[in-house]
């Protein structure tokens, strides 16, 4: 993964999303695989693996490791990708075998592997929602959804292997991971996956369907259900780069903005996209009589907070500190100004 | 948690387990809850840990936990617990303030939360698997499944939530456990639990049903759906103590016989104790038309495998070059010769 980019002038972030969303395609289609099965000699269970890349491969927009990538590199920003190198190539002077198998961490390695544990929890969580127990949906970014396509026994396994992979991924066998970054990455991805984070907004939503929630309930409720793993996001890759506290608050604060807002474009697209651009079933708050911020505030006023939500998270960056944070700006602009 | 106890001569391993089975109810009641979200000002996620604190509350043998600890005890024996004690004096001594706060890992907490994390992921594994598009099971540990107490969506939610917590009561915020020890736990808990552990075997078990498998299938199905996580029980508790790499290959044999051996008591009771007693569904295998080792193998060959078993799993344990397996191996006998 290359994470050096040209500064400012002549950036386009749509050159740094291909190249990084080609690592990240590349990266979950290589860890969400049959390869480790082969061995058993039985393939029995990779019936499972088949429909855990169904779930994982299937396209989406990839925003949660975007996010973690452009995070690591907005703290790494040069310094410390430069600082580690150098420790890299000390230590193997010093030891006098360049070419010898030692302990490094690689930390776009420890990035990569971040951004497709928080893919993966995404990932388990929406076949899961898409279960006829709960939201009984069968199109999923353009295609019918693991239980549709599985059954629902499968959709069920699929979604709980997905969630322990992503802790697998972040605990690799090698030495490419530190232990303190596996643990760290652990701790914030299981608390904001959990009943803390984004389970305990779910459970929220089941209780809130057909009731009218307060400002403050619905903002509680989207602050789990999809704020906490976005924030996790930024958090983690912070984590990668090993950022000061002082960057981390700042990037906390700019994680709960950029959740929110994203939540509130995509109550406002249920209500003015169709099914066809969105990849899945539009209109389908209304019909489920769920609170969201258009129900409660009108589309205009909806309109207006997400714009308001984008300024915060900006303004968060823009005092932060970081010398580089025009990859999560141009995020921030994409995924409030998005037409799906 | 008190590790000492008597050597060999009146060592009564139902006292052993009476004082540890206080220390998991106590921590699990304690981890399970919903303290933690007192502070959002909202209650209505509250009925999730409501849900979770009723399936991981419930009762249950708790063989898991018990696993976890005797291992640890058994890596222990006296020699790293007193070694750590000792260092912890050293430190305070030469930092002059014996009770200042500081950092120390206490290895009876790391081992605590160990095994509560194992049973977190397999209560979440019965809440999913008692679902009714997996075994639609309504009795579970004497008590209505989670499901049919709390309805579907909210079974779903509370086995994700399990799942997330586990990792998350391995991670804890504090410095109480040591990022080596987090990071190796989340390794061992999450393959044990994924696609390549009881995850995968369920899944053998789905396309297993009303058809007849050899030996060697039985075999890989049982050592991934049940075995893998009684195996990482023992293996994590050998982690909390930092056994050596001998240890540990003595105590994954062990893990892999003792963990077989359970599943086939596991079929055998299945036949032979009534519903009452097992506090589940009793003679639910034949009616759902499952491969067991009784089907396999008819009950008189069963029981002398389940024998065979233990004797291999007490075998690995006798040449571990551990000084004290006492408590390891009164729990084998307890599990292959139990009648519930």
């Known amino acids: 993964m290359d994470t050096r980019h040209p500064m400012n002038t002549h950036f386009d972030i749509h050159l740094w999303m291909g190249r990084q969303l080609a690592c990240i395609e590349d990266a979950l289609s290589s860890w969400v695989s049959a390869a480790t099965l082969v061995e058993s000699g039985h393939h029995v269970h990779s019936d499972l693996v088949t429909a855990m890349r169904y779930a ?9 490791p975007l996010l973690v990538l452009a995070a690591f590199e907005g703290v790494c920003s040069g310094l410390v990708q430069n600082s580690l190198q150098e420790e890299w190539l000390e230590e193997a002077a010093r030891r006098g075998a360049p070419d010898q198998p030692m302990y490094v961490e690689k930390p776009a390695e420890t990035a990569l592997r971040a ?101 403050l309930q619905l903002l509680e409720m989207h602050r789990l259900k999809t ?64 609170p969201t911020f258009v129900s409660l505030l009108g589309l205009e006023r909806a309109n207006a907070y997400a714009q308001q939500l984008k300024n915060q998270a900006l303004a968060a960056l823009a005092t932060s500190g970081l010398s580089n944070t025009l990859v999560l700006q141009e995020l921030t602009h994409l995924v409030v100004d998005r037409n799906k």
Do not use: W
């Not at 709980?160 to 991971?177: H, K």
């Not at 976005?230 to 990037?251: E, F, K, R």
């Open 227 to 290: 704020g906490a793993l976005l924030q996790a996001s930024v958090m983690m890759g912070a984590a990668c780069g090993d950022a000061t506290i002082d960057v981390q608050q700042a990037l906390q604060t700019y994680g709960a903005a950029m959740g929110l807002a994203f939540q509130v474009v995509d109550d406002i697209l249920d209500v003015t996209a169709d099914s066809q651009t969105l990849g899945k079933t539009a209109g389908k708050d209304a019909c489920q009589q769920k």
């Open 56 to 64: 994982v491969l299937g396209g989406g927009k990839r925003l949660r």
């Open 115 to 215: 951004a497709c544990a928080v893919e993966l929890i995404h990932t388990y969580s929406l076949v899961h929602d898409d279960m006829p127990c709960m939201d009984n949906d069968v199109l999923r970014r353009g295609k019918p959804t693991v239980h549709a396509q599985f059954g629902q026994a499968s959709a069920l396994l699929v979604g709980d292997a997905l969630q322990s992979l992503a802790f697998e991924l972040l605990t690799p066998d090698d030495d490419c991971v530190s232990s303190a970054h596996q643990a760290r990455l652990c701790g914030l991805l299981s608390r904001a996956a959990g009943h803390a984070g984004m389970a305990g907004g779910q459970a929220m939503d089941l209780v809130s369907t057909g009731q009218v929630l307060t400002e």
